[in-house]
């Protein structure tokens, strides 16, 4: 379904977003006050302002309360992130995305309302951590401080045996939940099946446990 996008706050992240929702066909609406960086992103947007989200009345003639979701990407300035954050909340915005950069600031959105709370810079060190200490790992998501699913491309050690013999549970605390083959993909794999060279196993398992797995 075609979604309405705010995006407040077109620096590195905010451009980014911005890009990615229009990319996947979605109506994002782009605001900055620096008209500068509102230039570099109208001719690929629905549509672009120029205007200190701060403002309530702007807000309100942009009729922000029937847009989907809203994105305050601002970074340095956290008054205005949670200023904003807290007005839109207000205004009925369903679902509010705010970026934050420490805790504390993420503790603050939270109690004004935000809907999720993201720290893009801290999201991306875990993920780079664990990408470098963990034998093959494409990508991760954090479900609690203990668990994550993670993408691992398949330890050779796997190859040619099928998940049953290979006892991943008891051996590794893991459990697959899906496989990648090439185009294709096998959803809740069941014991007899054989783990090809080059499949990518989507797991979930014990971060503490993801360090023993094998090359
Ligand atoms: P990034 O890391 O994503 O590049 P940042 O965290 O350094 O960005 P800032 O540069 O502080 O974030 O802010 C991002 C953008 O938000 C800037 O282009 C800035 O002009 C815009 N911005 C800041 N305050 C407001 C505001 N009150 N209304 C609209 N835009 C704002």
């Known amino acids: 379904m075609r979604k309405q996008f705010l995006v407040i706050g077109l620096g590195r992240f905010g451009t980014s977003v911005a890009l990615n929702l229009s990319a996947l066909g979605h109506e994002v609406l782009a605001m900055d006050k620096n008209p500068h960086a509102v230039q570099a992103i109208a001719d690929s947007v629905t549509h672009s302002v120029q205007a200190d989200a701060r403002d ?70 875990l993920r780079l951590a664990h990408n470098l200490v963990t034998a093959n790992v494409m990508d991760f998501i954090e479900l609690s401080p203990d668990y994550s699913v993670v993408e691992i491309v398949s330890p050779l050690k796997f190859v040619d045996k099928t998940l049953s013999k290979l006892e991943l549970r008891n051996q590794y605390g893991l459990s697959v939940m899906a496989i990648r083959r090439g185009s294709q993909i096998v959803v809740a794999p069941g014991g007899d099946e054989v783990i090809r060279d080059k499949d990518i196993l989507v797991i979930i398992a014990k971060n503490e446990d993801l360090a023993d797995l094998p090359d």
């Open 56 to 125: 309530e009345e702007t807000l309100k003639a942009l009729g922000v309360r029937n847009f989907d979701v809203a994105i305050v990407a601002i970074g340095d300035d956290i008054q205005a992130n949670i200023l904003i954050t807290l007005m839109l909340k207000d205004m009925g915005l369903k679902y509010v995305v705010a970026k934050a950069q420490t805790a504390l600031h993420g503790r603050v959105l939270e109690k004004v309302g935000a809907d999720r709370i993201i720290y893009p810079e801290k999201d991306m060190g």
